[in-house]
């Protein structure tokens, strides 16, 4: 998971985040992110890209085979989705 507090407009952040594998905004300031990438080569990818932003971000790397959630539908199904082994990113 990743929280962030990136002031950037929504589409600059979305155009980063489509170079990873999958990823999904969960709220107004984290995002899921799937990728073999460790949280801080992630960390590094997003600061280097948003280095004129100066965000404060937190990665905190994720096991999804035990989550459990009370949430809207579209979380539950982006944490049950079946992805490939190919967990290439940015």
Do not use: C, Q
Request: aromatic letters at 12%.
């Amino acid at each position: 998971m990743l929280h962030d507090s990136l002031s950037i407009e929504d589409n600059k952040v979305k155009e980063h985040f489509n170079k990873y594998k999958d990823w999904l905004r969960f709220g107004s300031e984290a995002w899921l992110v799937y990728t073999d990438m460790s949280a801080t080569e992630v960390r590094d990818s997003i600061r280097k890209e948003f280095e004129s932003e100066d965000p404060s971000i937190l990665v905190i790397p994720t096991d999804l085979s035990g989550w459990s959630a009370y949430s809207k539908e579209m979380p539950r199904n982006w944490l049950k989705k079946e992805r490939d082994g190919d967990l290439s990113g940015v």
